[in-house]
C-alpha cells in the first residue's frame, strides 16, 4: 500500500493547504487528513513537509494560527486562511492549471 | 498586514524564541496524539500505535528543525543560533581561539594603526564651510618636484581676486609668521598666519568670542593693529579670561588689539597649529625687510578662492589661464617663466605633491600590514582544515540527520567570523596603543604639528569591516573542504581518508609557500631600512662634529636690524666660546642636513649663458668665520673667512670639491671669480675649497655647494653650532644660559645636541625599519608555527611509511635528513618566489634608501640564510619524532 503513495509535487502542498482550508480553519492533523482523504490515498503528506510548509504561509501573511479546542477535546493550533492567502491560491491555480495544460498537450502531442 | 504579520512574527522568532519552541511542541504533539488516536481507532493496540505514529512523524527534531528554518528561511534566527552554536564549540578549545584571536588582533590592529595615520592626514575633512567649492591657486615655475606647484605672490592674487570676479566670488590668501609674543613672564615665539583680511569669513569660520576681521577696517591704512588668538593660546596663556576681547598683546615691538578667539576646532590652514592670525598688510609691523607686499617676484604665500556659483572648476581654469597669460604679457621678467594653476581644495590635504608622497609611503605600509593579515589569515585557515579532520564526525553527524550542506558552511563561517571579530576588538585596542607608541615619536622639528591621528568613527568602520573580510578569507576555504559529502564516509570509516588526506596536506603546503614568500618580502623591506640605518651611521657627512649643540633662532620676525643681529651672533659666540665646556662655536643660517634647502644661480664669470643657466640651483649657505673649524669641515685648500671677509672686504666665497671639479676640471679652481644670481652681479674671488659632503640627504650623491661669509645685511634664520669639549648634552644648560645673558629678549627656538638634530635625516628610515622589522618578525613566527604543523602532521600521517622504510634499512640519520628536507623544500619555494616579489617592487623604496639600492645582495643572502636556519629549527622536532618511530610497532599500527 506504502508503495502506491506518491510524494506530492514540489510547490503543490502549499496550493493544497491553502484550498483546504479556505472552508473553515484547521489545524496541522486534519490538514493532512483532508488532504489523503480527498486524493484518496494518492498522496501522502509527511509531516516533515508540512509543518514547515504551514509556519512558511504564516510566515507569508497567507494564513494565520490560532490557537483553540480540537474535536477530541485537546488544545491544538488552527490555521485560517487570509484575505492576501485567498489572492495566492487564485494566483496558485492559475498557474497549476497552465502547467497541467500544457504538459497534458506534450504528452497528447506525442 | 502581510508586512506587519512577518515584521510581528520576525520579532516573535529573535525574542520570543521559547514561546515558539512550546507552541511548536504543543503544535507537534497533538498532531502525534491524534495520529495515535486514529491508529487506535484503526485497531492497533497502544504501544503499536505509539510506534507507528513516531515512525510517521519521522523525527520530531528534524521536524523542528525543518520548521525553524522555514521560518526565516536564511534569517536571523538561525544567524543567532549559529553563532551561540559557534561561542560554545570555541570554548571547548580555548588553545586554538587564543592563538587565533592573539594572531588576528596583531593583523587586525596594526592594518586599523596605519589606517588612522592614513586617514588622520589625508581624510580629515576641511575646516573650510563650502569646502567643496573652493579650489587652490598655486604658481608653477618648474614642471619638475615641488616647484609644479609652488606658493604665489601678493600681487598675482590681488589680480586674481579682481579680474576674476566673474568666477570667482571671492580669494584668500595667507603665509606663515612667527612673531614674538613679548611678556613679562618672557618672549616666546608663536606660529601664525598672515592672512587676507577676508580670510574668516570666506571660510566660514566663526569665532567663540568677539568678532573676526573687518575687511572694510582691519588692516587698512592708518587702522589700529588687530589679532585674531588660537583657543589653545587663550587658554594656555589668557587663563580662558572673557575680558581678552580688546586687550593688547605685543608682537614683536607692535601692540595688537584682540579682538576674537577662533573656535578650538580651528588651528589654521597649514598643517602647523597656528596660535595667532592677523592682517597680512600689517606684515611691515612685524617685519620692516619683508618684500611679501610689493614684490611680484616674491612667491611665498598660498591662495584659495570661492567658485562663484555656477561656474565648474574647468571653466576657473580657463579664466585663470587667460590671467596668467596677460600677466605675463605685462610683467615679462616676474610673470614671464611662470602660470598660475588651480586644484580642486578637495583633492588636496597637505599640498599635492606632499599628499602623494605621504599616501605613497601609507600605502605602502598598509600593503605590508595587509600582507601580514594575509598570512595570520593563511595560518588559521590551516589550523581550521587540521581541526576539520577532528571535527569530521561531528560534521558526518550533523550531515546525516539532515542539516544542509549550505547551513553547516555557515555555521562554520559564523565560527571564523566570530573568531575575526573578536581579533578585530582586540585588534582596536592594540592600535590605539601602537599609535600612541608611534606618535611618541615626534619628528626632530621644532614646531607643533596638527595630527588629529586617532579612533575615529571611519576606523572602527574600517577595522570591523576588515575583521568581518579577515573571517570570511579563512574560514570560508575550510568550510568548504569539512563539509564535502564525501565526509559522510567519515562516519562509515574512522579512518578512511587515504586518498583525500593528500590533497588536503598540499593545500597546506600551498600555504605555508604563501606565508614564507610574504615573509620573505617584508624582511627584504625591513632587512633595507636596517642596513640603510647602519649605512647612515657610516656614512661620510663631511663634517666631524660627533658631541655639540645646535640653537636655533627665527630672527626675521624679531624685529632686529641686520646689524643688530650682526653683533648679538658676534657677542653670543664670544660668550659661547669662553665656556670652559666649549671648544668653538659658530653660526650658519644652514645647517647640513637639517630641513631647510637654499639654492641660487652660481656660475664661473664669464662663463656663456647656457653655461651659467646649468649653475641654476646651487646649494648654499651664509657662514661665520669658525664654522669650518666649529664642524669640522676640512679645506683641502686655500683658506677660511676671516672676519675681514663679513665687512668691508672684497667678495669671496668658499667652494667644495664637487664645485670645483664641476666648473675646473683641470683643478685651477682657487683664486677663480664666480657670479651669484644675475649675469651682472658683482664677481666673488674663490678663497677656499672644503671636502665634499652631504648636504640634503645621507644617501645623496656628491653635489656642488658654495659657501659665502655671514655678513649684516639682514637678519636671518639662525642656527648656532657650537662644538664640545666634552659631552653634547652638558653645553644645553651653559649654552641657554650665555643666550639669555647676551640678550634675554631674543627668544630661543630650539636648543638641542648635534645628534639629535641629525636623527630628522634617519627618521623615516628608522621608523619604517623599527615597523617592518617588527611586521617581518611577526609575519616570520606565523610562517614558522604554520611550517612546523603542517611538517608535524606530515609525520604523524607517514609513520607507516617510515616503519616500511626503517625495517627496508633507512638510517635514523636518513629519516631526520628526509623530513627536514621536505621542509627546506617547501621554504625555498616560498623564499624564491618572495625574493622574486621583492626584486619587482622594493624599487618603489628607492629614494627612502640610505647608501644602498632597493636590489641589495646581501639583504637577499641574509634574508634566505636566515629562513633556511629557522626551517631548520621548526623541522627538527618533527624530524625527531619520526625518526624514533618503532618500525615493528608502525607496521602494527592500522
Redo the contacts between chains.
Keep these: 500500500m506504502g508503495d502506491q503513495k506518491a510524494d506530492l509535487l514540489r510547490g503543490t502542498l502549499s496550493m493544497l493547504i491553502l484550498k483546504t482550508i479556505t472552508l473553515k480553519p484547521m489545524h496541522g492533523f486534519g490538514i493532512m487528513q483532508r488532504i489523503e482523504q480527498i486524493t484518496e490515498g494518492a498522496f501522502q503528506v509527511r509531516p516533515g513537509s508540512l509543518f514547515p510548509s504551514l509556519h512558511r504561509l504564516e510566515q507569508e501573511g497567507w494564513i494565520e494560527g490560532e490557537w483553540g479546542e480540537s474535536e477530541n477535546r485537546r488544545r491544538a493550533k488552527f490555521y485560517r486562511i487570509t484575505d492576501e492567502g485567498r489572492d495566492q491560491l487564485t494566483v496558485e491555480k492559475e498557474n497549476w492549471s497552465r502547467a497541467v495544460g500544457a504538459v497534458t498537450r506534450v504528452l497528447e502531442a506525442l | ?3 506587519r ?2 515584521l510581528r ?1 520576525t520579532w516573535r522568532s529573535l525574542f520570543c524564541k521559547e514561546e515558539l519552541a512550546r ?2 511542541d ?3 504533539r ?2 502525534l ?3 495515535i ?2 491508529k487506535m481507532q484503526e485497531g492497533l493496540p497502544r504501544e503499536a500505535a505509539e510506534r507507528a505514529a513516531r515512525l ?4 520530531e527534531e ?2 523542528k528543525e ?2 525553524r ?4 528561511g536564511t534569517g536571523l534566527d538561525t544567524i543567532a543560533q549559529d553563532i551561540r552554536y559557534a561561542a560554545r564549540t570555541l570554548r571547548s578549545n580555548p588553545g586554538f581561539v587564543l592563538i587565533a584571536i592573539l594572531s588576528l588582533a596583531l593583523g587586525i590592529g596594526a592594518n586599523t594603526a596605519i589606517f588612522s595615520i592614513y586617514n588622520g592626514i589625508l581624510l580629515t575633512g576641511s575646516p573650510i564651510a563650502d569646502s567643496d567649492r573652493f579650489v587652490d591657486i598655486y604658481t608653477r615655475e618648474d614642471e619638475s618636484d615641488f616647484m609644479a606647484h609652488g606658493p604665489s605672490s601678493y600681487a598675482d592674487y590681488l589680480d586674481v581676486r579682481e579680474q576674476l570676479t566673474d568666477v570667482f566670488s571671492d580669494a584668500i590668501i595667507y603665509n606663515t609668521t612667527m612673531p614674538i609674543l613679548e611678556r613679562s613672564e618672557g618672549n616666546e615665539y608663536l606660529f601664525g598666519e598672515v592672512v587676507s583680511a577676508n580670510y574668516f569669513e570666506v571660510i566660514g569660520v566663526r569665532p567663540v568670542l568677539g568678532r573676526i576681521f573687518d575687511p572694510a577696517t582691519d588692516g587698512t591704512p592708518g587702522a589700529a593693529p588687530t589679532a585674531v588668538i588660537s583657543h589653545q593660546l587663550w587658554q594656555s596663556h589668557f587663563e580662558e579670561d572673557p575680558d581678552i576681547i580688546g586687550r593688547t598683546i605685543t608682537l614683536t615691538g607692535t601692540d595688537f588689539t584682540v579682538i576674537g578667539v577662533a573656535p578650538s576646532d580651528f588651528s589654521g590652514l597649514f598643517p602647523m597649529e597656528a596660535q595667532v592670525w592677523y592682517p597680512i598688510t600689517l606684515r611691515p609691523l612685524i617685519n620692516p625687510r619683508s618684500t611679501e607686499l610689493t614684490y611680484r617676484s616674491d612667491r611665498t604665500c598660498f591662495v584659495k578662492a570661492h567658485l562663484q556659483s555656477g561656474i565648474t572648476v574647468e571653466q576657473a581654469r580657463s579664466a585663470l589661464a587667460v590671467l596668467s597669460t596677460r600677466l605675463a604679457g605685462t610683467w615679462p621678467e616676474t610673470n614671464g617663466d611662470s602660470e598660475l594653476v588651480l586644484v580642486p581644495s578637495s583633492d588636496v590635504s597637505l599640498h599635492p605633491e606632499l599628499d602623494g608622497l605621504i599616501s605613497g609611503i601609507t600605502l605602502f605600509l598598509m600593503a605590508m600590514v595587509g600582507l601580514v593579515l594575509l598570512i595570520a589569515c593563511t595560518n588559521l585557515a590551516s589550523l581550521l582544515l587540521a581541526r576539520a579532520l577532528s571535527r569530521r564526525r561531528e560534521i558526518g553527524i550533523r550531515l546525516a540527520m539532515g542539516a544542509g550542506r549550505f547551513r553547516l558552511i555557515r555555521q562554520l563561517l559564523t565560527e571564523s567570523i566570530l573568531l575575526a571579530v573578536a581579533g578585530g576588538v582586540a585588534g582596536v585596542f592594540l592600535a590605539h596603543g601602537l599609535l600612541t607608541l608611534l606618535l611618541a615619536v615626534r619628528p626632530p622639528i621644532p614646531l607643533q604639528i596638527t595630527l588629529d591621528i586617532g579612533l575615529d568613527g571611519r576606523v572602527l568602520l574600517f577595522a570591523l569591516a576588515l575583521s568581518l573580510l579577515t573571517g570570511v578569507i579563512f574560514g570560508l576555504l575550510p568550510a568548504v573542504q569539512t563539509t564535502r559529502p564525501e565526509l559522510m564516509r567519515a562516519l562509515r570509516d574512522h579512518y578512511g581518508l587515504t586518498i583525500r588526506r593528500l590533497r588536503r596536506v598540499s593545500v597546506r603546503s600551498t600555504l605555508v609557500v604563501a606565508q614564507v614568500a610574504v615573509s620573505a618580502l617584508l624582511m627584504v623591506c625591513a632587512g633595507l631600512f636596517l642596513r640603510s640605518l647602519s649605512q647612515a651611521s657610516r656614512a661620510d657627512t663631511g663634517f666631524d662634529l660627533r658631541q655639540g649643540a645646535v640653537a636655533t633662532f627665527i630672527l626675521h620676525e624679531s624685529g632686529m636690524t641686520g646689524e643688530e643681529s650682526h653683533a648679538f651672533f658676534g657677542q653670543l659666540i664670544e660668550q659661547i666660546s669662553g665656556l670652559p665646556e666649549v671648544e668653538s662655536a659658530a653660526v650658519t643660517d644652514r645647517m647640513p642636513l637639517g630641513y631647510g634647502i637654499s639654492l641660487t644661480r652660481i656660475y664661473p664669470q664669464g662663463s656663456t649663458p647656457e653655461a651659467a643657466a646649468e649653475g641654476a640651483s646651487t646649494d648654499f649657505s651664509r657662514v661665520s668665520t669658525g664654522y669650518f673649524r666649529t664642524m669640522g669641515i676640512p679645506l683641502t685648500a686655500g683658506r677660511s673667512f676671516t672676519p675681514l671677509d663679513q665687512n668691508e672686504g672684497e667678495q669671496v666665497v668658499i667652494i667644495n670639491e664637487t664645485f670645483a671639479r664641476t666648473w675646473w676640471p683641470t683643478g685651477d679652481a682657487l683664486g677663480q671669480f664666480v657670479r651669484v644670481g644675475e649675469t651682472g652681479a658683482e664677481p666673488r674671488r674663490i678663497v677656499g675649497i672644503t671636502g665634499n659632503g652631504k648636504y640634503r640627504t645621507l644617501g645623496e650623491q656628491p653635489r656642488p655647494y658654495v659657501y659665502f661669509p655671514e655678513r649684516s645685511d639682514e637678519p636671518f634664520i639662525a642656527f648656532l653650532v657650537v662644538r664640545a669639549r666634552g659631552e653634547g648634552q652638558a653645553l644645553i644648560g651653559p649654552v641657554r644660559e650665555a643666550i639669555r645673558s647676551v640678550d634675554r629678549h631674543v627668544p630661543l627656538l630650539d636648543l638641542t645636541t648635534v645628534a639629535r638634530h641629525l636623527e630628522l635625516m634617519i627618521f623615516m628610515p628608522r621608523l619604517l625599519a623599527g615597523l617592518l622589522s617588527g611586521l617581518g618578525l611577526f609575519s616570520l613566527i606565523l610562517g614558522v608555527t604554520g611550517l612546523y604543523g603542517v611538517i608535524s602532521y606530515d609525520v604523524s600521517r607517514r609513520v607507516r611509511e617510515v616503519g616500511i622504510r626503517m625495517s627496508l634499512g633507512a638510517r635514523r640519520a636518513q629519516v631526520v635528513r628526509l623530513i627536514i628536507g621536505d621542509g627546506l623544500k617547501l621554504v625555498a619555494v616560498g623564499t624564491a618566489v618572495g625574493l622574486a616579489l621583492a626584486w619587482v617592487t622594493s624599487g618603489a623604496l628607492a629614494s627612502l634608501l640610505i647608501g644602498i639600492g632597493p636590489v641589495d645582495p646581501v639583504t637577499y643572502v641574509l634574508v634566505a640564510m636566515l629562513l633556511a636556519g629557522i626551517t631548520l629549527v621548526a623541522t627538527w622536532r618533527p624530524a625527531r619524532v619520526a625518526a624514533a618511530v618503532d618500525p615493528v610497532e608502525a607496521l602494527h599500527r592500522e
Design positions: 498586514m502581510s508586512v504579520a512577518r512574527s507552541e511548536l504543543d503544535e507537534l497533538h498532531f496524539d491524534s495520529l488516536e486514529k510517521e512523524l519521522g523525527g528534524q521536524v525543518k520548521v528554518e522555514a521560518r526565516l
